[in-house]
């Protein structure tokens, strides 16, 4: 028998969302036995008990517009999104009197904020952060909007905001009311302090349809905060590595035991005195060769050379791949040029020493002299 109680949507609506890995904030969708519309907006925290004042919607999918708005007693005033209210839209309506496909599109402010790429053949939304790694924030259909839960509180906590999720769901049945225990004058409703709804009843005479002789109707809000304890990081800092991994750098000729030491360049010994008793910071460090497969295999995002290897738009680390059996790079160099997360990519290949630095380094780095390079992988690249 159909649920046209909608206890399925009432357990939904009691949930932490925060817990959510995605969360749906736009939906429309329409089978023969049931409705679904969800419609997000945006709102300061002082609004939250009159947005929680009752189900029915705040504002409508198609309020959305650039335009004035009219006084009896003042001049017309323009607002971004045509109303006089500090309500603000997540996602809008594009609307062209049925003479072009109507379509929703989320606003641009939030693409912008996590500087979202759209691949138009998934249609996914992708930000790429300064290391330029990839993720996908948004999903969307013509019939849903999915966004990631912790950028969609990110964005919330910038804003200063909390998002309104308003639902309108329909369900049918072939039944009377009588059957189901119910009756036109029944109505339902809860408040809880991040939801509320409204269920009401009637008979779907108009449909002239047989499995469509009532309905029920759930007019409901839920609120998902804001990331409350959210701190932007002043630009300067999002490039500093605040981790740092411990690398193989040499090995214990008594007790034949790895001896390991943090790459932050914060605590190696250099040439102008500091830190003398800690490894130097061009000490030789090696890893498999192996190590620069996941490079060669991602080239829209790496790039291989002869002495070096480069993340697109991000960082650039020197190496030493002029070695058949061993790829070098210093220890400072791992701990300043290359992310926390690429340093533990590297500790995965990271071996004890097995030799010296290929005669090209050498001269390159400590003669300053131009030398061709040896290895023939560098020399396909360098030609």
């Not at 999903?139 to 999720?165: S, V, W, Y």
């Not at 339902?188 to 409204?198: A, E, I, L, R, V």
């Not at 469509?212 to 490039?239: A, C, M, T, Y």
């Not at 411990?246 to 102008?272: A, Q």
């Amino acid at each position: 028998m159909t649920d046209l109680l909608f206890k399925d949507i009432i357990d939904w609506l009691k949930k932490d969302l925060r817990q959510d890995s995605w969360l749906t904030i736009y939906k429309s969708f329409r089978l023969h036995t049931e409705w679904f519309e969800i419609f997000p907006v945006m709102f300061p925290k002082n609004l939250t008990t009159e947005f929680l004042k009752h189900g029915a919607w705040s504002l409508n999918i198609t309020n959305f517009q650039p335009g004035h708005v009219h006084y009896s007693d003042q001049e017309s005033k323009y607002f971004r999104w045509g109303f006089d209210a500090k309500y603000e839209p997540l996602v809008y309506q594009c609307f062209y009197n049925n003479i072009y496909p109507t379509t929703v599109e989320i606003i641009e402010e939030f693409k912008l904020y996590f500087n979202l790429y759209h691949d138009k053949k998934s249609n996914k939304y992708i930000a790429v952060n300064d290391m330029s790694d990839e993720t996908v924030v948004v999903t969307q259909t013509d019939e849903e909007i999915k966004i990631k839960t912790t950028h969609l509180r990110e964005f919330l906590a910038a804003k200063k905001m909390k998002l309104g999720l308003q639902l309108d769901f329909y369900r049918f049945s072939n039944l009377s009311l009588n059957k189901h225990g119910l009756s036109e004058g029944d109505y339902f409703q809860d408040k809880g302090k991040d939801y509320c709804y409204d269920i009401t009843f009637q008979k779907s005479d108009y449909f002239n349809d047989t499995s469509r002789k009532v309905n029920s109707r759930l007019l409901g809000k839920k609120i998902v905060d804001n990331l409350s304890q959210f701190k932007p990081k002043p630009w300067h800092e999002q490039f500093v590595n605040t981790k740092f991994v411990d690398f193989i750098i040499n090995m214990d000729t008594e007790t034949g035991n790895e001896i390991e030491h943090s790459c932050n360049p914060e605590l190696l010994s250099d040439y102008f005195g500091k830190n003398p008793e800690a490894p130097n910071y061009l000490t030789p460090v090696f890893f498999k060769r192996e190590v620069l497969v996941k490079y060669y295999q991602d080239t829209k995002k790496y790039s291989v050379y002869d002495g070096g290897i480069e993340c697109k738009g991000s960082w650039r680390l020197d190496i030493d791949n002029n070695l058949e059996d061993s790829i070098i790079a210093y220890l400072g160099d791992l701990g300043r040029d290359i992310p926390f997360s690429e340093q533990s990519y590297w500790r995965g290949f990271n071996i004890p020493p097995n030799g010296k630095m290929s005669m090209v380094k050498f001269k390159r780095d400590f003669l300053t002299v131009a030398t061709n390079p040896e290895n023939i992988d560098s020399i396909s690249i360098a030609s």
